[in-house]
């Protein structure tokens, strides 16, 4: 529903909003209000967009000041010093602002309707493509802290988690349009506290879920792949004609063959270094390689090995001491592991805190003196080589997806707010749009609440409802750590 | 609230009685008929013999044998159709609680054996809420007493299918008359319907994540084992037998496409799941509730998916509070656009049939069919809604429907405006059998009764609510199953998989209270509820040492 409103907004400001007396009003009103929005009035139907004179930080090759960016058909047509509009592409001044490639988050759980399977160990047959949600409002507070895309990950309640989405936060778009679709799919693994359950009680009538230590954690891998190296040979030896019948297709297993065979990323969610240790090694047992390990509080006691795996590590800034296993973790992580040559990036795992990871990149240049453009990869192109889509997205470079980031300040200063969000040069954020958009839910929210339908039953009885005084998301971080069970 | 509470008091002070007409013709005589198939009569005869209609116009003459009902100032409707309901089936048995629930566990002590004495047998390899072999037909309860509210109403048939688990089985179509169930069902199986729950009691699948993955192995499961008996039946020889499988063989018709799969699915992004479901596994989809069905109009059109329209409309039932956040703006709009949805989806081409939606008072369906032409449908397009178009989607339409000679007398006279708050049903024909039931007087003031028998004007409660309950930082999901008498409440709550009975219930003119004893952490905790209840829809508070939480539910369908 919001997402029709935002849509027919978009719509209507760019094509038909001139004709109405009414959509006269509210530019009246943004001008009133000192925030007219310099872009909608002579755009045209495509995104096709020229950004001028900007500090451009482009995450690969500095920092250019001055400089025009020309998005036409949803890429980075050319980036340079006095670049003038073709015909029908509106023009964005951004005198004075900053312009960063869109934020990746490589860890989020936001607009998923269900996060953990916890009946079993395994349960690499759910997806959280299943349970996207394109109507939670955090896609659109992540838009306004200028997140562009993000890993949806399957909770760590279990050895082996569901299969990933990596998507691009088009809200407003239809659900199918939030996949990216060349994203190369991924896993969820998990060890530890979680993993084992120390951190719950159990609940009366269920049987506690094996395993219960470290070590049948990693057996539960073991296991997994084992069953999984049969299953591929039972259809090999169907498909060579040497059995009659067809196997089973087995929807849990299917996904670990495919890890098998290099095609899909295993995100395994680990704290201490022994559990990473004991996983990487269990990749070279099966010829794989761990994508990233996810959380990686222990990671820096490991660096050198992580690196030599080829494995990537995506880290909270500084977050710890929320449980036992993360207790030892330390704000140089992402400096050591960075020196290490590790490929490392800083995630949220969290609907709120993913609206400020610029400002968790700008802690690891404090924490040991990670370089600028080092540090702002770690929340742009490091994620997007972790996810596999750093070749569409994560820089400023001419040929990648417009998916860019326009900031009123420096994106390390906690001053800075971000003016406009695009993806594939589609405005998604826009804080002059913002304003008007608040005038306009506020004024149909009176409208609705004096309808027949919303108000109150006029006969009482009931007692009062209670407010919601913690809603999810806005839980503060020792209760959130790194989402408890997720 | 008023005209609720009138509705109900009329119910309960209307005598129907039943004439039998079958022996002898029956004939309607100076009814205005509304055949739906062709033009309306303003003022014609319709002649019933044999349990079906005999002949219908403007200029026959009743046969000599004919017992004759004028019907002057009645209009003539083909009986009317709830797409969907549980009626019938007796009492809603407990929720599922999965087949290998582990042991081990201890549960809630000696309490929690309330329910488990309904848990049916079976031989099949799944839990129960896994097994799509359970069908309507085999529970059906024969007797037309039980239909007396519904048949009073207006409605002669109705679609009727379990309400539990992520299969709910296998709905049938009955007509609300005869006192067996053969009698009484007119298609023993017309489709497979879904549900997206869990099954409880921590079996998988305990999320709905799980629910998908778990719902997409069983269809593919079903493919191979057809393969399989298929290749087996042809040629045995040197291939190891397979596995008998009844919950897999009863998926058959479904994989192909000779049975409809019905979802249950209101929000936009369930319809989107259940479209998505129907064309990876091609099903012949059904989509039922439908709140938000018109955002995705064009594709159902696309798609050939016909909607089983709730006329259930969301309802405001939290009373206004100085304290209390204000409701989502989501929400808001949802109570506004549903009685809208109708209309659009008319406009888009989407078939559509109305069902009741597991309303607590039957006669909003009408109020509310009224509501949707307010919203834009026309009146025809809602007549056909709860008539032909019903028995087209519901694959009856050569038998009913419409008035036409030789389909089944299946007809409601009604006075006054169908869609108004005064319509009144003096007469209905199920299968050839004359129903009556005559006007009460008109009641004046607030008739609301004085204590005993059943709460006047109250909610009716009994059913299974799958409720969340907002304790901050870790929500949790469970379900309440109330059975009512009167104004004593009595049933269960389960929670995390312990079952508890509950105590000391009343049910008040809105609201209802309980208390119970639920095991939380190891210990017993001693809770008290209170709620309202309005349409399928409670919320309310729970009490304890421990705090106050909120909690609000919908009544499974």
Not at chain 2, 281 to 295: C, D, P, S
Not at chain 2, 539 to 544: E, P, Q, T
Request: net charge neutral; charged share 20%.
């Amino acid at each position: 529903m919001r997402k029709a409103i935002v849509f027919l907004l978009l719509i209507a400001i760019t094509s038909i909003l001139p004709t109405f007396a009414l959509a006269q009003a509210k530019i009246d009103v943004l001008v009133k209000n000192g925030t007219p929005n310099t872009w909608f009035k002579d755009s045209v139907a495509n995104n096709d967009v020229l950004i001028k004179n900007a500090t451009v930080m482009t995450a690969v090759k500095g920092t250019l000041e001055n400089t025009d960016i020309l998005i036409q058909n949803g890429k980075i047509a050319k980036i340079g010093k006095g670049l003038t509009a073709p015909a029908g592409v509106r023009t964005i001044d951004a005198t004075g602002k900053y312009v960063t490639p869109g934020i990746i988050d490589c860890h989020s759980h936001s607009m998923l309707d269900a996060i953990n399977e916890g009946a079993f160990s395994v349960t690499s047959m759910t997806r959280t493509r299943d349970m996207l949600n394109p109507t939670d409002i955090t896609i659109y507070r992540a838009l306004a802290g200028g997140v562009t895309s993000a890993n949806l990950l399957h909770g760590s309640a279990n050895s082996i988690g569901g299969q990933n989405t990596t998507v691009k936060f088009k809200w407003g778009h239809p659900v199918e349009d939030y996949p990216i679709p060349d994203a190369p799919p991924g896993i969820k693994f998990a060890m530890g506290e979680n993993v084992r359950q120390t951190t719950q009680s159990p609940q009366p009538g269920r049987a506690l879920r094996y395993p219960r230590t470290r070590q049948g954690t990693i057996e539960t891998d073991r296991d997994a792949f084992l069953r999984a190296r049969d299953y591929k040979q039972a259809w090999d030896d169907f498909k060579a004609g040497k059995t009659k019948v067809q196997p089973r297709k087995d929807l849990e297993l299917e996904p670990i063959v495919e890890i098998l065979e290099g095609k899909r990323l295993v995100h395994a969610h680990s704290y201490r270094s022994d559990e990473m240790l004991n996983l990487l090694l269990l990749a070279d047992e099966f010829g794989f390689r761990v994508a990233t390990l996810q959380h990686g509080l222990e990671a820096y006691k490991i660096a050198p090995e992580i690196a030599k795996h080829g494995t990537g590590v995506s880290i909270f800034t500084d977050s710890w001491g929320y449980k036992l296993e993360a207790y030892d973790a330390i704000p140089w992580n992402a400096y050591i592991l960075w020196k290490n040559g590790v490929v490392v990036s800083i995630n949220s795992d969290s609907d709120e805190r993913m609206r400020r990871l610029n400002l968790d990149a700008a802690k690891v240049e404090k924490y040991g003196g990670v370089p600028e453009q080092d540090a702002l990869q770690m929340i742009t192109l490091n994620p997007a080589k972790q996810l596999g889509i750093d070749k569409r997205t994560g820089s400023i470079e001419v040929g990648k997806d417009g998916d860019i980031v326009i900031w009123t300040a420096h994106p390390f200063s906690v001053y800075s707010r971000v003016e406009t969000t695009m993806i594939e040069g589609e405005v998604f954020f826009d804080r002059a749009m913002d304003s008007q958009m608040r005038l306009d839910t506020a004024n149909e929210r009176e409208t609705l609440e004096k309808l027949d339908v919303n108000r109150a039953p006029g006969t009482g009885g009931g007692p009062p409802r209670i407010p919601a005084e913690k809603r999810r998301g806005e839980r503060d971080e020792a209760e959130y750590g790194d989402g408890g069970n997720r | 609230m008023r005209s609720k509470l009138f509705l109900l008091v009329l119910a309960a002070i209307c005598l129907s009685f039943s004439v039998a007409a079958n022996a002898q013709s029956y004939a309607i005589t100076n009814a205005k008929i509304v055949t739906v198939s062709g033009a309306t009569i303003d003022k014609g005869t319709i002649v019933i013999r044999n349990g079906l209609i005999a002949a219908v116009g403007a200029n026959i003459q009743p046969p000599a044998d004919a017992q004759i009902f004028d019907a002057t100032g009645l209009t003539v409707y083909p009986g009317f159709i709830d797409a969907l309901t549980n009626l019938g089936l007796g009492a809603p048995t407990a929720a599922p609680t999965g087949g290998g629930r582990p042991g081990g566990g201890g549960g809630g002590g000696g309490q929690a054996a309330v329910t488990t004495a309904a848990q049916p047998t079976s031989n099949s390899n799944y839990p129960a809420g896994l097994r799509p072999e359970d069908s309507s037909f085999d529970e059906l309860k024969a007797g037309e007493a039980q239909f007396d509210t519904n048949r009073n109403a207006g409605f002669t048939t109705v679609l009727t299918t379990g309400r539990t688990g992520i299969f709910n089985g296998q709905s049938a179509v009955i007509d609300l008359s005869g006192d067996s169930v053969s009698e009484m069902v007119i298609k023993s199986q017309f489709a497979e319907h879904v549900s997206f729950v869990t099954i409880g009691g921590g079996s998988y699948p305990q999320s709905l994540l799980g629910t998908f993955s778990a719902l997409r192995q069983m269809f593919y499961d079903a493919q191979r084992q057809q393969e399989v008996e298929k290749q087996y039946s042809a040629d045995p020889r040197g291939i190891k037998r397979p596995e008998a499988d009844k919950s897999l063989e009863a998926l058959f018709p479904a994989i192909n496409r000779q049975m409809p799969v019905v979802f249950n699915a209101n929000r936009e992004r369930d319809i989107v799941r259940a479209l998505d479901l129907i064309k990876e596994f091609n099903l012949k989809g059904v989509i039922a509730g439908g709140q938000e069905a018109w955002k995705v109009a064009d594709r159902l059109k696309t798609m050939n998916v016909p909607v089983l329209l709730s006329l259930n409309f969301p309802k405001r039932t939290a009373s206004a509070s100085p304290e209390a956040d204000p409701e989502p703006l989501e929400t808001l709009r949802n109570r506004a656009e549903t009685p809208k949805c109708a209309a659009k989806l008319a406009a888009a081409g989407v078939k559509f049939a109305f069902q009741s939606g597991a309303a607590t008072t039957i006669g909003d369906f009408f109020t509310n069919a009224g509501k949707a032409v307010e919203g834009g449908l026309s009146k025809d397009a809602a007549i056909r809604a709860m008539t032909l178009g019903s028995a087209e989607i519901l694959g009856v339409d050569k038998v009913m429907g419409s008035i036409e000679t030789g389909k089944i007398a299946n007809l409601a006279l009604v006075k006054g405006d169908l869609f108004g708050r005064d319509k009144f049903v003096p007469q209905i024909i199920v299968d050839g059998k004359v129903f009556e039931q005559k006007e009460p007087a008109r009641q004046t003031g607030g008739g609301r009764g004085q204590g005993g028998g059943q709460a006047a004007g109250g909610p009716n409660l009994a059913g299974t609510y799958t409720v969340n309950i907002d304790i901050p930082g870790s929500p949790i999901t469970g379900t309440f199953t109330f059975t009512q008498s009167g104004t004593a409440l009595s049933g269960s709550m389960n929670l995390q998989g312990g079952n508890t009975p509950i105590r000391d219930g009343k049910v008040t003119a809105d609201g209802f209270s309980f208390a119970a004893t639920v095991p939380f952490g190891g210990a017993n905790l001693e809770i008290t509820v209170h709620g309202t209840a309005s349409g399928n829809q409670i919320s309310g508070s729970i009490d304890s040492s421990q705090g106050t939480v909120s909690f609000s539910g919908t009544k499974n369908p």
